[in-house]
């Protein structure tokens, strides 16, 4: 769809935009609690998209993986039905995003890598998709595939209904943070692979993102950089060479690769910063657009930003990066 019967509030992102997309993010890491006292009441949001018309490619039953005590309850798991979960601006601008939250792949954190990051970008006219997607743990077929099949469908789904949803076609990234960072890394290199049977006319539609947003994401699935609970919940525990380099980002790059934005954390210690270095030399290698912002501090999971700390300047950094072609 073209998405020309309408008119949006603003074509590009300028420097006002940036500074408002600032303020915003900052106010969110000052109110918004990790885990909201009553979580219902911002999710779900009072859109909710389905993504697959009957059951999900390769469901063969399964258990769900035990989470540790200190993880949150809006952590979410148990996703038989994964959805796209609309947050809406109230003057839409035309550009879209598809967040994947992160997770570790064990559960998806839709509190600080989700609805805070709606709420943020929101606030300067984008329209936000968070993607309650399948973990590949809970007995799906073909594990390795399941997230990808997922965010392939939505951003189909996204595009095809473009004009319905009042944004520009041609205007839609993927923003992904940690594990999160990871499948929006491989919707970048592997968004043309086929990884499930159509099932309607909406698979017909591309599902390359615009542009690629990697917020301290896991990249690398072997050696001292890899994450091991990602790569063994996305792989299993035995995965081939093959398998491995397979959902590999930075070994995936080629041409066909869109831009990309990178923002890491030096001290982190969960995810090493060289996962972002190595997907950095890749996309430069292949000739593909990249920006890569690293910081000395923030650890892992800063979402937003931490207040008060040069990480919270990097929603701004994304929307200055976007508005630079």
Excluded at 94 to 100: N, R, T
Aim: proline residues 9%; hydrophobic residues 45%.
């Amino acid at each position: 769809m073209s998405g020309e019967g309408w008119r949006p509030h603003r074509r590009a992102f300028g420097a006002g935009a940036a500074l408002a997309m600032l303020n915003a993010s900052e106010a969110l890491a000052r109110s918004v609690p990790t885990a909201p006292a009553d979580w219902s009441s911002v999710w779900p949001p009072k859109e909710v998209i389905w993504l697959w018309p009957g059951d999900p490619p390769g469901w063969q039953g399964g258990v769900t993986p035990v989470l540790p005590a200190e993880w949150p309850p809006n952590y979410l798991r148990s996703i038989a039905a994964p959805t796209l979960n609309v947050f809406r601006p109230a003057r839409p601008n035309g550009q879209a995003l598809l967040v994947c939250p992160g997770g570790a792949y064990v559960a998806v954190s839709a509190a600080n890598e989700g609805v805070d990051v709606a709420k943020a970008f929101n606030a300067v006219g984008v329209t936000v998709f968070v993607l309650a997607y399948r973990l590949p743990g809970e007995g799906w077929r073909d594990r390795a595939d399941t997230p990808l099949q997922d965010v392939q469908r939505a951003m189909r789904i996204i595009r095809g209904r473009a004009e319905t949803f009042r944004i520009r076609p041609d205007r839609i990234g993927v923003l992904g943070f940690s594990a999160g960072g990871h499948l929006a890394a491989t919707l970048a290199v592997d968004h043309a692979q086929p990884v499930y049977a159509s099932v309607d006319d909406l698979d017909r539609v591309d599902a390359r993102p615009d542009f690629a947003g990697l917020i301290y994401p896991v990249i690398a699935m072997d050696g001292a950089d890899a994450h091991p609970r990602s790569r063994d919940q996305l792989l299993g525990p035995a995965p081939s060479t093959d398998l491995v380099k397979s959902r590999s980002p930075m070994q995936r790059v080629t041409v066909s690769t869109p831009r990309c934005f990178i923002a890491h954390a030096v001290d982190d210690q969960t995810v090493p910063v060289d996962n972002s270095l190595r997907m950095l030399a890749a996309l430069r290698a292949a000739g593909v657009g990249c920006e890569g912002h690293l910081f000395e501090k923030g650890g892992h999971a800063f979402g937003l930003g931490r207040s008060g700390e040069s990480n919270a300047l990097w929603p701004q950094l994304f929307v200055r990066w976007l508005g630079s072609t």
